[in-house]
């Protein structure tokens, strides 16, 4: 009996054509529903992709800021620190970094990565063949991510991965080149050339222990840290060609009170200044010129130092090439760390090249204008400045003509003086965007995120 | 009560008929169907905007990491950048949309300003499904980025709402 009802429900449902639309419809409302949950998705595996993206992009970012460094511990340190900043669970951070010697090691690291793994790889890119340093942090994140409609279809489980890696080192390149320093090692008239180093500062080269086969990274350009670098060149003063270690260039100006600081003649001026490139150099005769000094008055102004708090007591010594005893032993050691490290004092920090004359077997600072090769970048803090007398009116720094200003100790009026700073992040106001593979320990370091 | 009767006996036909039973079924049918497809829409939308949330405040942390790009940094202008950078998901003081934005003291040294010291940009932005307006959901978002160079405004302060 139930048999035969059955029997007959079923042939009425094969053969009545009631519902027949309504079956249809719950069939296309089951792929519908399909389409949604994939379309579901892939809206969260693109989200969750996002955010994995942000999680590597603030760890690669952060931990590079770190390096160059020799020790990566520090970098991996930060790495994890913005990791969990940024909402990854403690449980899931690595144990340790991923160290590289080279750019195709790192490329590989992240190749084998586990469905729910994060790896940090801290490798070594820059500098060459005995570079010591790291300077890149790759962050790979692979995870398992949400899914809807892999659990009707069965498909199992979706992975995300996100990858992203920074570079910091030094810039090869700079939008603005206000002043310039020449080498004291006569010979370093192109790039990378190794140099002779006045480890003592007395003047020459030839001392015990100072060998002309240094290292780049040991002789930067053969400057010193330490030692006060005068911005001054022309006729009249206590900077000979053999000595002076520096030129000014005059800021250029479109008006009475309108500044800018400036190098002309760049062969490729839209990407700003790289080393290598050409720079015809307008140096100030004798004197620093009015505008370069008020520059500098009006930057100091600009900045909330018309007190001029952040100058750096120190006693130039055109005599003992630049050397600083003050800074150097004096009472006025603490005044450039302190001052380098307080954010009000940027503005102090500008960015420096290092020229020699082209066509020039000897690297003699020109006296008037002239084509000179970029061979490197710095970073130069500006101790303070004195404009030549009368200059603006500006008595307050003006010199003392009653000084014997080629007497050591003393600083001819219109000089600008200060320091190379080693390891410094770029000045703010310049626009850094290339890192070099130059060790030059004195270059700006500048951080970019590139993958 | 004839009428009435007639009516009756019309209706009752008409049920027992074929005729339109496509027609009713189809009737009956249709807005589920349409309701998975417009839920698919709301979502879709749904998941743009918890991806442009996620890129905004990725954006605006970032901005903010690199001292606002030179200028003067403020809250203000991570905020702009936030909002800017959020394909319109954003509404600039809309109540229902809260962007938080604050530095925080990472080194320890009682400065939010300094290099090594966090810039944090939190978003949460309220969906309103468009054909379930029944329906709302919080879309939220966070990033935390470290700073490159320490800034030069020095009273930059803890997270708090940009309006």
Redesign the interface.
Known sequence: MLVRGGTKWLRALCFD??????FS??L??LG??I??AL??DG??W??DH??AQ?QA??AS??AV?ELPDSDPSGAFA?AL??LQ???VDAADLPAGPILAADQATIDAACNDIGSEEIRVIIGNTLGGAGDPQYDTVRTCIRRESIVLSTLLSGVGVANISAVASAKGGSAAGTTVMPWAAIPPDRDCDAIGEMCDVDENGDGDTDDPGETGACTFLDCPFGLDPERLIPMKNGNNNNCTTESCPAIAITACGTGASNYRDCITGDEDNESGFEVGDTVVVETAPGNLGVNTSNTLDDLAAANGDSSHSCDVASTPDGTANGLDADVVTGPGADDLPANRDD??C?YRKVVLAIVCYEAATNCVPPNGSNTLLVVGLAVYYIADWAAPQDVGGNTAQSCDSAVDEDAPGNYNCGVTWGFLLQGE?PA??F?LDKIGGSPNPFAPVV?ALVE | METLKKIVESIYAALKE?EG??GI??M???P??LG??L??VD??V???Q??AA??A??EG??FG?V?CQ?VPCARDLVCDRTVERSSGTISDGDPDDVVTVGWVD?TGNGQT????D?VTVDVSHRYQFLFFPFIEIDVLA?????L?????T?TLTGPAPCW
């Open positions: 054509e009631r519902g027949q639309i309504a419809m719950l296309m409302s519908a529903f389409l949604m379309s579901l809206g969260l693109f989200l996002r955010k942000g992009e603030a970012l952060a800021i930060r620190e913005w900043q940024n909402g954010p009000l940027d992040d703010k106001r626009n951080v | 074929d039973q496509a079924e189809l009956l049918t249709i589920f169907f998975f497809v839920l698919a979502v879709s749904l998941t743009y918890a991806v996620n890129n405040v990725r942390a970032r990491a001292n030179g990472r300003y300094n290099k090594g966090s966070g990033a935390d980025m470290r490159e160079q320490t800034d030069d020095t």
